[in-house]
């Protein structure tokens, strides 16, 4: 492994860039020979600093600096999307049941912190999909999985009255939290290739035991999915892995010390 550390002011993480040379220069053909420009590109000695003087303007400061910003707007793209999923979840599941399960005078609080854990939800399995951090079988990859709701926001014949992608999403989030042994001796989730995952994530909440349609599950999911792009007046689909992630060879980050 080879990496490019750089000074950072957090106590506990450092932030590096990693390179996986044995599976660079082990590879056959061109496979990866993309991530060798990558790394030549970052690492030559022009991307450097001369000294302590230039150092604040050199290649390599710029690629950060330029990642930092790229973040903050990220973010504030992603903000902007949870912001408008949650909108169009709250007005879902008003439409689909019209005696929600919680109680004057926090209604309105409650609702609100159980559609956030909800959305919470849908953003952790994607990115971890988009990883395949995750696991899971072709059965999870077509009828269970959070991705498969990324290729349906792009076909408005998904959008229908229908409830069936919310009842999958019930029936994973059950398997997900459920380390009950069956007759096997292996929990639910083994069925999907998939592990149980530890953490309130999963837990019950009121708006498990709801339901809503495919229209707007799908419409708010967009919202995640997609940002939209002011220069170009239009939507984009949002890159969830983080740039130089890279079949996880390649992984800029700040890990957990």
Not at 84 to 98: C, Q, S, V, Y
Not at 218 to 226: K, T, V
Request: glycine share 6%; aromatic share 10%.
């Amino acid at each position: 492994m080879l990496r490019l550390l750089r000074k950072s002011s957090l106590l506990r993480r450092q932030a590096y860039v990693e390179f996986d040379l044995a599976a660079l220069f082990e590879a056959e053909g061109d496979a990866h020979f993309g991530d060798f420009v990558l790394l030549y590109r970052l690492l030559h000695r022009t991307r450097l600093p001369q000294g302590t003087a230039d150092a604040p303007t050199c290649w390599l400061e710029y690629y950060h600096q330029e990642a930092l910003q790229q973040g903050n707007r990220a973010r504030d793209r992603l903000r902007a999307g949870v912001e408008e999923a949650l909108k169009i979840l709250a007005e879902g599941f008003l439409r689909a049941n019209p005696a929600l399960p919680y109680e004057a005078p926090n209604q309105a609080s409650a609702l609100y912190a159980d559609l956030l854990h909800l959305v919470y939800r849908l953003l952790f399995l994607l990115v971890a999909e988009e990883r395949q951090l995750l696991g899971g079988d072709d059965l999870y990859r077509e009828h269970y999985s959070v991705s498969r709701l990324r290729r349906l926001v792009d076909r408005r014949e998904a959008y229908t009255d229908h409830e069936d992608l919310w009842q999958s999403l019930r029936v994973l989030w059950h398997l997900l939290r459920d380390a009950s042994p069956q007759a096997d001796g292996q929990p639910l989730a083994s069925l999907l290739g998939l592990s149980v995952l530890d953490g309130a994530l999963f837990a019950t909440i009121p708006l498990d035991n709801l339901t809503l349609s495919n229209k707007d599950l799908l419409h708010a999911f967009f919202h995640l999915a997609y940002y939209y792009d002011e220069e170009a007046k239009t939507y984009r689909r949002g890159q969830l892995r983080g740039a130089g992630c890279r079949r996880a060879r390649l992984r800029l980050r700040e890990p957990a010390g």
